[in-house]
């Protein structure tokens, strides 16, 4: 295990914040990675890293990060309808899901374009289109940061909620995901597939003209969720970021009706708790009603067309970034008495 000293993270993490690290190793096997946790005590705190989609760096960071890059997919287990996948925790996600999708499993293609790698998604429990990680994880397998002990979670020990889990919790600082087994169906038919969030039904209806709807692969709605990403979302390799900034807010259904005598066309959607007291309200509309969208202040931003992304337009720093959050933050709850959830982590 080799340790790099004083270097800068700006290659590790989406929003191209040029900060440093006391000190950062690459964890490429499990050997690799117990020896990486032996160091731990040399070091005053830890992070660890996988591609950086998820984090915002405000300072340099005094202490050892741990870059996870462990690789590899693997068939664990097969019949007729199902296939087991293990992932490795450094393989990049999209990557995951392309391979999956080439193989004609189904299950995670609309997650199709989220940043980040495979050890992260469970932590976020990364959604997209009507879809969960949540939905497919059958196992992760990982190591506790204090004493090296190997362990493994089923998917209900994961505690699975809304862009939450165990890993957040509980194990929140104490446990490092190695790998993680999906469960995909093989070969879906139009049935199985998730068409009717947003705008997919009809980007596929636009991209397929002459294949009926019951005829619809998982390849084409990996298609169509990529296209309608790429039209709302910035590539981080051109203009820094990390995805959506804030959690959609979860709300007793009151303050939706108190939010509809001002503005009558607020969209709701069912909350995922399964309780009809409680609904979600889109961050990105409540940032947009507050006139944020495609604001800029210095060298941050939020993003011209989706106003839950915030943006680095070239040399941000992490604190202009976060100060932009919470400008962002205590006008919404002024306006409409919510408040908005970071989804990114902030160091």
Known sequence: MEILYDTSLRPYNTFGIDVRAQALTHVRSHQELLEALDHLCAFDQHIILGSGSNVLFTKDFAGLVLHIALKGMTIVAEDDVFVE?????GELWDDVVRYCVEQQWGGIENLSLIPG?????????????????????????????????????????????????????????????????????????????????????????ELFPETSPTAWTAANVREAVCAIRRSKLPDPKVLGNAGSFFKNPVVPRWILERIQNQVPA??????????????????????????????????????????????????????????????????????????????????
């Open 85 to 89: 996948l293990e992932v490795g925790a």
């Open 117 to 205: 790698t495979m050890g992260a998604a469970p932590v976020q429990n990364i959604g997209a289109y009507g879809v969960e990680l949540k939905d497919v994880i059958v196992r992760v397998r990982g190591v506790m940061r204090q004493t090296g002990e190997h362990h493994t979670l089923s998917g209900a020990e994961c505690a699975f909620g809304y862009r939450d889990s165990i890993f957040k919790r509980a194990l929140s600082n104490r446990f490092v995901i190695s790998s993680v087994t999906l469960r995909l169906r093989k070969q879906p038919t139009a049935q199985h597939l998730h068409t009717e969030y947003g705008a997919i039904k009809q980007t596929l209806a």
């Open 266 to 347: 607020v969209p709701a959607f069912a909350a995922t708790n399964g309780r009809t007291d409680y609904v979600k309200i889109p961050a990105g509309w409540l940032i947009e009603q507050c006139g944020w969208k495609g604001k800029r202040v210095g060298n941050a931003g939020v993003h011209a067309l989706q106003a839950l992304v915030l943006v680095n337009y070239g040399e941000a720093t992490g604190s202009e970034v976060f100060s932009l959050a919470q400008d962002i933050q205590r006008s919404v709850e002024e306006r409409f008495g919510i408040h908005l959830d970071m989804e990114v982590n902030i160091v």
